[in-house]
């Protein structure tokens, strides 16, 4: 007896390695496309361009601060990891998504087989091919998915296990899971409803005890949906965006409209699309009330049979279903609604009861069918599965990159004008101004009022040297908004390309008055002030962008220059360090800290040694190809000692400087040499005869 056991239970546990392998096996075959993919939309605003990426003190605002992005502290923990293991190479982001979602799917077939939910294998496969999900799993961004998802899995696991076994170390477990998914993701803070779901479905009631239980992940949910409210509330404050604030009658309507729709995009996947249209909802139509009325209908009806076995199997799973949207139904305002109410993303958990509720139903009536109905069953399952795979395979080329996934929601929903306008941008950065005006003028068309367009296309005409063109874009901006920092800050440096230097200090002062943490601002106020010689004033502003993003090469270099200029080389010296520390082999800072090294007057800076290794690099990058490089390098020989070395290196390069027609350069070349062959180095010059690469 006890052999047999010992048999089966070696047999149950291959069947779940052959089926978790199978599982994860077809994911990663359907999502094989999405490792060609690149970075797309806000990816740059969590990790890309996120100061917080660089550097300790950055992961601590993570955890500390709205300003790191949005409060997804752990999520973005996570990118902060991935970012200093891989750089920006966009294949492992996306590789770690296909992998988290692979392993979501053997999780969710884990879960609903504790449940006992029939054709659990079944819908775990169809949920982890469905291409409602591709959204989540090729857009890094949506890391906040995949990795809420495992938490959320495991706390809902571990849970059970705690249920079943009472130990105490598995509802410690179950709380530290449910936490991370909520600090991955907020609207995970459905947790504690799902659980209680799932203690109903498995014992037909609830008693006081599952209440108690659950009690610290709902205050845990509380404090972090109302952080989140004060984080979407703060950044649509700042956007100056208030279209999409809904009464509660036009809250209810779009809670029933996008219920059916989610429901719809799952049951039948066509149409999909990065940003849906937006819906008007239009509460004094007849029309518009049907999608909620007809949830009522169907919550009457469940009611109404609710002893019979389907009945509790429909309520768990369509309670599981709109229980996981309910943060995304309108009853909360989502800077997301901006542009559409409805997003596939949103449903990335949500999915998972109304799928298993499917797949339960299919496979009952196909056990009751007797033997041929799991043959016809089983062939209905392959063939659902390989159209699956096959449209999630061709939805993941529309995220191959921003200018891909931008035309392909256009030729879905051609008056998205957020899309135009990220077009715009697009091809802005590969050069295509005139396209890219195009596409910012056509999403002003489409929404007059639309900031970021006006502000875009003042850039574009700025480039142009359009100026008047580009200042009345601005103006209209910030006719708009008075409050857009960005607008400001551009019209400033319009203004500054004009040579009205006065009139710029004033636009970009009054950026800082609207956002002081606006570091572009603060360095083009550095840069005008440095015009207007006011030199203590510009050494503060470039501290001020250090103190904001303290990885910023260009802004160190720029101050070691002004440092030297007053006779401050300590300083400079530390500040062309810097620069050398986040760009090893940057030139212009490989050549002034060369040059100072090898020719300052003071005996206790000059580093001869030193000197001939910063030239050296500095002339291997160039190739010897540049007269001033070579400057360098004789100057740093000759303080090292080298003089023959000094003396060949100089006739090089006085031989380049006279080619190029550098004229003066080749004379001081000339005197140096002189010195070099008396057996002297060169000491005393400033910085602004120094030569430059």
Not at 16 to 28: E, F, N
Request: net charge neutral; hydrophobic share 50%; aromatic share 10%.
């Amino acid at each position: 007896m006890n052999y047999d056991i010992t048999n089966a239970m070696k047999e149950s546990w291959k069947s779940v390695r052959l089926g978790s392998a199978i599982i994860v096996l077809l994911t990663l075959v359907a999502y094989l496309p999405a490792t060609r993919g690149g970075f797309i939309w806000d990816d740059d605003d969590h990790f890309i361009n996120n100061p917080a990426m660089l550097s300790v003190e950055g992961l601590r605002q993570i955890w500390s601060s709205l300003a790191a992005s949005r409060y997804y502290p752990l999520t973005l923990t996570v990118f902060w990891v991935q970012r200093h293991f891989w750089g920006l190479h966009p294949l492992p982001y996306h590789a770690v998504n296909i992998v988290l979602h692979a392993v979501n799917a053997v999780l969710l077939w884990t879960l609903l087989r504790r449940l006992k939910v029939r054709g659990s294998w079944v819908a775990a496969v169809l949920w982890a091919l469905h291409p409602v999900n591709v959204e989540t799993v090729a857009w890094v961004t949506e890391l906040k998915n995949t990795q809420s998802g495992l938490f959320f899995l495991l706390a809902l696991l571990v849970f059970l296990r705690f249920e079943h076994g009472l130990h105490p170390s598995d509802y410690v477990m179950a709380l530290v899971c449910g936490a991370a998914a909520m600090l991955s993701k907020p609207s995970t803070v459905v947790l504690p409803g799902v659980i209680l779901l799932c203690a109903w479905w498995q014992r037909g009631r609830w008693t006081r005890n599952d209440f108690l239980r659950v009690a610290p992940l709902v205050v845990f949910g509380v404090c972090m949906s109302l952080l989140t409210i004060v984080e979407q509330r703060y950044h649509i404050a700042n956007e100056g965006t208030s279209e999409w604030t809904l009464t509660a009658v036009q809250r209810l309507v779009l809670a029933g409209r996008a219920v059916w729709f989610y429901a719809g995009k799952l049951l039948w996947p066509t149409d999909l699309c990065f940003i849906y249209p937006r819906w008007e909802l239009r509460v004094h139509s007849i029309m518009a009330w049907l999608p909620a009325a007809g949830l009522v209908l169907v919550a009457w009806a469940l009611w109404y049979f609710r002893r019979a076995d389907s009945a509790r199997a429909m309520t768990f799973g369509l309670g599981c279903f709109i229980l996981a949207l309910l943060p995304v139904l309108g009853f909360f305002d989502i800077y997301f609604f901006r542009f559409s109410f409805v997003a596939d993303h949103f449903q990335y958990l949500a999915s998972m009861g109304l799928i298993a509720l499917v797949a339960g139903a299919g496979t009952t009536v196909c056990r009751r069918a007797g033997q041929g109905g799991r043959h016809s069953g089983m062939l209905l399952v392959a063939a659902v599965l390989t159209m699956l795979g096959m449209s999630t395979w061709r939805q993941e080329q529309v995220y191959k990159d921003l200018e891909t996934l931008w035309r392909g929601t256009l030729t879905k929903n051609p008056d998205a004008w957020m899309a135009h306008y990220n077009l715009g941008v697009a091809l802005a950065s590969q050069g295509k101004f005139s396209d890219a005006m195009a596409e910012y003028a056509t999403a002003l068309r489409i929404k007059p009022d639309y900031v970021d367009a006006h502000n875009n296309l003042g850039v574009a005409l700025t480039n142009q040297g359009k100026f008047s063109d580009a200042i009345a874009e601005f103006t209209a901006a910030l006719r708009i908004n008075p409050d857009n920092a960005v607008a400001h800050n551009n019209l400033g440096v319009t203004l500054a390309d004009q040579g009205k230097v006065s009139e710029a200090v004033a636009e970009y002062t009054a950026a800082l008055w609207i956002k002081s943490d606006f570091a572009e601002a603060h360095y083009n106020l550095g840069n005008a002030l440095l015009q207007q010689r006011k030199v203590s004033d510009a050494i503060h502003q470039y501290e001020n962008v250090l103190r904001i993003t303290p990885g910023d090469a260009e802004v160190h270099n720029n101050l070691g220059d002004i440092l030297y200029q007053l006779g401050r080389v300590s300083e400079a010296i530390t500040q062309y360090r810097e620069v050398l520390r986040l760009k090893p082999d940057w030139p212009p800072a490989l050549a002034k800290l060369a040059w100072i090294l090898a020719v300052d007057r003071n005996t206790s800076l000059r580093n001869g040694a030193e000197a001939v290794q910063l030239a050296e690099r500095l002339c291997t990058i160039i190739k010897d190809q540049q007269a001033g490089a070579l400057d360098v390098l004789a100057a740093a020989y000759a303080e090292a000692g080298r003089f023959s070395d000094a003396i060949r290196v100089a006739q090089n390069a006085i031989g380049l400087a006279g080619a190029a027609g550098q004229q003066e350069l080749a004379r001081q070349i000339q005197e140096r040499l002189k010195l070099y062959q008396a057996g002297q180095p060169f000491q005393g010059c400033l910085a602004s005869t120094a030569p430059s690469s």
